[in-house]
């Protein structure tokens, strides 16, 4: 069961446009019971039905190191709100049967034959300035992406930090997120 890591701070301040930065701090309440009591909070707390942009970083996060199945990190983001965006970035050197399990279980498969980060923070960069979803999740367990978190959150959207497990995450990336959850965890 994956495990939720409570964001650093206990409130943040309101966002530009106007949304609470923080969970607890918008709904008046201390830190919930559970994973799965967190995201329902991420869930509410949406003022517009943009809903869940979901990235995955398959490079980083699709290794043998982590078994991570696609699906778990689907429901994960799912939990929170409805699935506006399923990508699942791949570099050139991913199989066809990889490619066709991505594309299975629903996600738009975008391979990239130049660095796999760029393309995936330069999209979902594009997606949160064009105001397109309420929360931006990203699998991964790379450093780089925190700039797209903390462009999101002056944006007032909500970021969830998915890591592929314990020794692979970035505490940097999980800092820079409003929650974070740890794919395998003991929750």
Not at 21 to 49: K, N, Y
């Amino acid at each position: 069961m994956p495990k939720l890591i409570l964001p650093v701070a206990a409130s943040r301040s309101p966002t530009p446009n106007g949304r609470a930065g923080s969970f607890r701090h918008a709904l008046g309440r201390g830190p919930p019971s559970g994973r799965m009591d967190r995201l329902r909070e991420l869930r509410a707390d949406r003022e517009t039905p943009g809903g869940v942009a979901l990235f995955v970083d398959g490079p980083n996060v699709l290794r043998d190191e982590f078994d991570v199945d696609l699906d778990d990190v689907r429901e994960i983001a799912g939990e929170v709100g409805p699935l506006a965006v399923t990508r699942l970035y791949l570099d050139e050197h991913a199989t066809p049967p990889l490619i066709q399990a991505g594309e299975a279980r629903g996600y738009d498969v975008r391979v990239t034959s130049g660095d796999v980060d760029v393309k995936l923070a330069v999209d979902a960069t594009e997606l949160v300035l064009d105001d397109g979803v309420d929360v931006l999740a990203v699998a991964s367990r790379d450093t780089d992406f925190k700039p797209v978190f903390e462009q999101a959150e002056r944006r007032g959207v909500r970021t969830l930090a998915i890591a592929p497990g314990e020794h692979g995450r970035s505490d940097a990336l999980r800092n820079a997120a409003t929650d974070a959850v740890v794919l395998g965890g003991d929750e």
